[in-house]
């Protein structure tokens, strides 16, 4: 043994050997465990520490995780929970005033047609009833409960308006034969009209996009709308009829109005189907008003010739229900299916959902592909972001194939209760 290790192994000694410990006074070597041997395990011991602090601090921000989740979870319950009070509480019906007889006796018309002499609630300042006043009026008693504040231009709430759209086609995966039929059918009458006029062919009015939710429709309408610098209008077919009640036809003329003041512009009408059934019989005052809203988007669409800078499409997930009146020529004369992506378009819609993610490099896409069988082109938006997701939690660099699985079982998952819902809707469609 040289001086030096000798003098280390003194200090390390006095660094264990205590005073007064049981081990105090007892020579080197009479241990039982050499002077290395106790080194190694001090190194073993801590290794294990450090592996432990950091298990410690794993758990500590898992925790952490959980304890966000936890708070989230309970004020979702909370809203669930005011919404479910909400729901129980009786409905009012919405009237309009028509006329102020006495201070607590007035003529209001109910959403549905007819017109009542009503009470007025004590509460209500008599200042805020005057004719055409929205009011909510008792279920049974008919008494107006409350005077519904009015907005300037409440129609505009009901609209989705965009004059800058920033889709592109080449963030569309797998819908090349849909873009083209939008092209020739939308693009080209807004960007060179003149090309129909001189073969002497009026472009169609209105196309109808249907398929499955999820398969792009409305993304295939806004690149439209920015290759075109067109306006995108976007109504949605059941608020026009639920939440405008006695409106609707109102709100379709205001639609045509803007669309003209902001145009070139493209209407873009959700769910269309909710305003365009084909209906057996008229008798209660919803299935008017639906069927008025209808009249007037008809009426609009067909006094539409000189307006060739607006452009209307629709979508639907039931095209089997719409009243043939709106497939005429003339009106959404153009269908276009969109089906649900095959194995080649998935592949190239995850890579777009993919394009600003940081990946590692055993990302096998024709496997996600493979594995993505019977998914919409939203259900792979989620998996992309789900993946991503499963990456941020586990503090990852990268996004790996492994987090990619995870993400397909789980939008999977979501993905099957859906399919457990009936649709009745048809591979193709004829007028
Ligand atoms: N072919 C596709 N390429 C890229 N992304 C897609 C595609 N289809 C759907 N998506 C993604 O899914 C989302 C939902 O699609 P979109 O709203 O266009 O579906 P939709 O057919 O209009 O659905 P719905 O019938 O439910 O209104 C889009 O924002 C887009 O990110």
Do not use: W
Not at 72 to 95: A, F, V
Not at 170 to 176: A, F, K, S, V
Not at 202 to 213: A, I
């Amino acid at each position: 043994m040289t001086e030096s290790t000798k003098s280390k192994d003194e200090s390390m000694r006095s660094h264990l050997v205590k005073p007064g410990s049981v081990y105090d006074g007892i020579e080197p070597g009479e241990l039982g465990e050499t002077t290395e041997s106790v080194q190694d395990r001090v190194r073993q011991l801590e290794s294990r520490n450090s592996f432990l602090e950091e298990q410690c601090s794993q758990i500590e921000s898992e925790k952490r995780y959980l304890e966000n989740q936890k708070i989230k979870y309970e004020r979702e319950i909370r809203k669930l929970q005011s919404e479910l009070d909400r729901m129980k509480t009786s409905p009012l019906i919405i009237g309009t005033v028509i006329d102020v007889i006495k201070n607590d006796r007035i003529i209001v018309r109910s959403s549905n047609g007819p017109q009542f002499l009503v009470n007025v609630s004590q509460y209500i300042d008599e200042k805020k009833l005057l004719p055409g006043a929205k009011v909510a009026l008792n279920q049974h008693t008919l008494a107006i409960a409350e005077v519904i504040p009015s907005t300037e231009e409440p129609f505009v709430a009901a609209m989705e308006v965009i004059e800058s759209v920033e889709v592109d086609y080449d963030q569309i995966g797998g819908l090349d034969e849909q873009i083209q039929e939008l092209q020739e059918a939308v693009e080209l009458p807004l960007t060179s009209p003149e090309r129909f006029a001189r073969i002497g062919i009026e472009p169609p009015k209105g196309v109808l996009l249907y398929g499955l939710p999820g398969t792009g429709k409305t993304l295939l309408a806004k690149a439209v709308a920015h290759r075109t610098n067109a306006t995108f209008i976007r109504v949605v077919g059941s608020e026009l009829v639920q939440k405008y009640i006695g409106d609707g036809s109102k709100l379709v003329r205001e639609i045509f109005e803007m669309a003209r003041k902001k145009a070139p512009s493209i209407i873009f009408i959700d769910e269309l189907d909710s305003i365009a059934a084909r209906r057996l019989n008229e008798t209660t005052g919803a299935d008017r008003e639906v069927q008025r809203t209808l009249m007037q988007l008809l009426a609009e669409m067909d006094g539409f010739d000189k307006r060739k800078n607006i452009r209307i499409i629709a979508a639907t997930n039931r095209p089997d229900v719409l009243d043939p009146a709106i497939l005429r020529p003339g009106r959404f004369d153009r269908l276009v299916h969109v089906p649900m992506p095959g194995i080649e378009a998935r592949g190239k819609i995850l890579k777009i959902h993919c394009e600003k993610m940081t990946l590692a490099e055993d990302i096998d896409f024709k496997k996600l592909a493979k594995a993505t069988e019977g998914m919409s082109g939203a259900d792979l938006k989620a998996i992309a972001t789900e993946a991503g997701m499963f990456a941020v939690r586990r503090d990852k660099e990268l996004v790996e194939m492994e987090e990619f699985l995870e993400a397909v079982e789980k939008v999977s998952m979501a993905a099957d209760t859906q399919k457990m819902m009936p649709s009745n809707l048809p591979e193709t469609m004829f007028v």
